[in-house]
């Protein structure tokens, strides 16, 4: 139990274009979900939490309008990058805890390459 | 102002050689401790909560252990397939499941 999945595994997109990134809970229901961002050889950067019927809370320093983020259901969240640059090429890694718990079940990430 | 530090940054194991990863923390509030495995150009995959000192947690050939001021991960025994990034995460009270990521420790077992 407690599958993540991210579509797409991998985008490459031209500068300026706006790409989406879908999260769904497979097998739960997530009021919560978390997006986060892994640079080369760096551990993971929380860029937001995403909440299910009201508006996301981002982290310190990323910027809400550049990185757009619904919770359309309990089983989906969506990361919007809007007028991408090259700089947003990294990996995004999405997560959801299981209801009434901490731990986070994570989903295969989605690789980023902005030309 | 909340850490948490991972040592060492990157191991080398023979094959049946065990070791031990260290996450020291100091976290005011702590609400738990979480060890990841990571696999590269994957997602991380759960291995174990821990809540409390004393608290231990093990599988396979992996066991976690966690003190007042840090946790360790030891590998008995590993084996190549144990070749991965290891994180620790931790949350605090107030964060409502929001956890941060240690910078990992990179283990490579050679058959």
């Known amino acids: 139990g407690a599958v993540v999945s991210q579509h797409p595994s991998w985008v490459i997109c031209k500068s300026g274009t706006s790409v989406k990134i879908e999260c769904r809970s497979l097998?739960?229901?997530?009021?919560?979900m978390f997006w986060y961002r892994q640079f080369p050889k760096q551990s993971l950067m929380l860029m937001a939490t995403s909440n299910e019927g009201s508006k996301a809370t981002y982290e310190q320093g990323v910027e809400k309008d550049k990185f757009l983020i619904n919770h359309a259901s309990l089983t989906l969240s969506t990361l919007t990058v809007t007028s991408a640059h090259p700089e947003d090429s990294s990996f995004y890694i999405c997560?959801?805890?299981?209801?009434?718990?901490?731990?986070?079940?994570f989903g295969p990430g989605t690789r980023l390459t902005v030309l | 102002e909340d850490q948490v530090t991972q040592s060492p940054e990157a191991l080398r194991l023979q094959e049946g050689e065990s070791s031990s990863l260290n996450c020291s923390y100091t976290v005011s509030g702590l609400r738990g401790l979480f060890w990841y495995r990571q696999d590269p150009g994957k997602g991380p995959e759960f291995l174990f909560t821990l809540y409390s000192a004393g608290e231990e947690k093990e599988k396979e050939r992996l066991k976690a252990t966690l003190t007042k001021k840090e946790s360790f991960l030891h590998i008995t025994a590993p084996k190549p397939e144990d070749s991965a990034t290891y994180l620790c995460a931790w949350g605090y009270s107030g964060g409502y499941q929001k956890v941060t990521f240690g910078t990992g420790t990179k283990l490579q077992v050679i058959p």
């Open positions: 097998d739960f229901q997530a009021t919560t």
């Open positions: 997560s959801a805890p299981t209801s009434g718990t901490d731990t986070q079940y």
